[in-house]
């Protein structure tokens, strides 16, 4: 988790700095950041509650995944509509 926050982190820089190769890096580690925070979302719901101890986990797992609160909730909510009778 740490290793890809810091490579996305790397990653950002160099498109600043105009780089078409870490353009597609990015895009690809940003992809794959998303890909890991869905499955363990998943996970977390398939039982159709999420405990304490996974909320704390998924918010652990967005971090350390370099993901904003924003886009890990968006990709949390897509995730709990795919699963029916699902609660809060």
């Not at 160099?14 to 353009?23: D, Y």
């Not at 499955?39 to 993901?67: H, M, P, Y």
């Amino acid at each position: 988790g740490e290793d890809i926050a810091a490579a996305i982190k790397w990653y950002k820089a160099a498109e600043a700095g105009g780089s078409a190769r870490a353009v597609e890096a990015l895009a690809s580690l940003t992809a794959r950041s998303h890909e890991i925070f869905a499955k363990a979302a998943r996970t977390a719901i398939e039982d159709g509650v999420v405990s304490a101890d996974e909320k704390t986990e998924l918010i652990s797992l967005a971090k350390s995944l370099g993901l904003s609160a924003q886009t890990a909730q968006k990709i949390f909510s897509e995730q709990k509509t795919k699963r029916p009778g699902f609660r809060t």
